[in-house]
Structure formats: structure tokens, C-alpha cells
């Protein structure tokens, strides 16, 4: 197993309380069902993580099946939740 950082941004960084945490994990699926376990207590938290975005290293996760991507000690795994957005009028 590695030792992986998860970074959560806006929606998921409320709902987890916190901006980040290690995890160990060998695939990003692990990863995210460790971050799944420790937050279990916070009802907003998986369906957050549901429809976040995942760049695991620089790399954008994708549709990409999440248990095929290897992780290793080091990796940084950002979590994206959508947020609106746009340009003003003015």
C-alpha cells in the first residue's frame, strides 16, 4: 500500500472538515473508499464525492475505471466537486 494525499476542494473540503489527509491505498479506487470510510459520519460527504472530479498526479481520473489506477507513495489525488461559474455581464 502507499501512502496517497487526498486534497479536497470547496463542497468536499466542507463536508470532510478538513482540507486533506492521508490515506493508504494501492489503486485510486482504495483511496477514495478510504475517504469513503473516514468520513462515513458526514451525510454530505459521499454524494459529494459522487460527481467530483479526480486528477490523480496531473493526470484528469476521467471515465477511467478507478481501481486500474495505480497509485504509489507521493501521489497526490485532488478532488474537484463541480461549482458554477462565468464571466459578469458588466
Do not use: L, N, P, T
Given at each position: 500500500m502507499a501512502k496517497v494525499t487526498l486534497h479536497y476542494w470547496a463542497a468536499i473540503r466542507a463536508a470532510a472538515g478538513i482540507p486533506e489527509e492521508v490515506v493508504d491505498a494501492g489503486t485510486l479506487a482504495e483511496a477514495l473508499a478510504?475517504?469513503?470510510?473516514?468520513?462515513?459520519g458526514s451525510p454530505r460527504f459521499a454524494p459529494v464525492l459522487d460527481i467530483?472530479?479526480?486528477v490523480?498526479?496531473?493526470t484528469p481520473a476521467g471515465s477511467r475505471d478507478h481501481a486500474t489506477i495505480a497509485l504509489h507513495d507521493g501521489s497526490a489525488v485532488e478532488l474537484l466537486p463541480p461549482f458554477a461559474g462565468g464571466s459578469s455581464p458588466l
Open positions: 478510504a475517504a469513503r470510510a473516514a468520513h462515513a467530483c472530479a479526480v490523480v498526479d496531473g
